[in-house]
């Protein structure tokens, strides 16, 4: 979390890469202050699963290695060689560059440093804007990584839910009082790393209020402005809370939970 802060709080046009030494080696690097990659020491082979995965190869193909050779004899980009050769598309591409992101930043995250990372900047910009990030998504697929049967029911949950003028977010709760986990982000919303706390923090303790009346409670719900309303509830595992704009996006959402708890 801290270190999705720090890269929160850079300008928007900073353009380099972190480079973490001890006790963990590996780069974490950011364009116009989004960002593009992530790598920790032992993930070399991971970019190549995780598209093997996506694409559904068989272990003995080897499409995938023969993609990056071809890059590398003939000076290819190899984002575009992979959707060109039909192994990955543009939206497939982007879920495996966030996955790969994610998961470097648990293992860069998981022991604290031993001496900060080193910012070196840079000029360079190559990289598309698909595939980049902002630090509150990328604290989604850190949670989502950290809980991955989680985030896939919260991806289910979701999908007959979602409409225009609803934003959402889902979270897992840890034992004790530990702060809310975000795992799962609506397509399409944007929270910064406060919001998205922020709105977990609510959601929690407006549940646990309403289970102090009622060990029957399941959702709970206020007016943030005239018009805009939050709404919570808990189910099988998860939190959830979402951001309605209008009053008929409140009502599609409250009825929709009020018959899926009855």
Known sequence: MSL???IEGLPDSATGGLVFKNPVQGTLLLENGRVCWAAAAG??????????????EPPESRRVEDVYKRCKKDSVPVVRALIDSGVV???????????????????????APNEPP?????????????????AAEL??????????DLASRARVDFEGLLRSGVCALAYARPPGDGPPVPLYRSPGSYFKLRDTMA???WA??????????????KIAATL???GEYLVAWHSRGLVSVAQCEDSMSFAFIVGKRARASS
């Not at 598309?89 to 022991?111: C, F, K, M, N």
């Not at 604290?139 to 991955?148: A, F, I």
């Not at 929690?204 to 409670?217: E, I, K, T």
């Open 4 to 6: 999705l802060e720090e």
């Open 43 to 56: 993930m070399e082979r991971r970019l190549g699963e995780l598209i093997r995965a996506y694409a559904d």
């Open 89 to 111: 598309s543009l939206d497939g591409l982007r879920e495996v560059v966030y996955q790969h992101t994610a998961e470097a930043l648990v293992t860069l995250a998981r022991t």
């Open 118 to 134: 080193q910012w070196v900047p840079h000029r360079h910009q190559g990289y598309d804007a698909k595939f980049t990030f902002d």
């Open 139 to 148: 604290l989604v697929g850190v949670g989502s990584v950290c809980h991955p």
């Open 199 to 201: 709105l977990g923090r």
């Open 204 to 217: 929690f303790s407006a549940l646990d209020v309403c289970n102090r009346y009622s060990a029957r409670a």
């Open 224 to 226: 943030v402005d005239p």
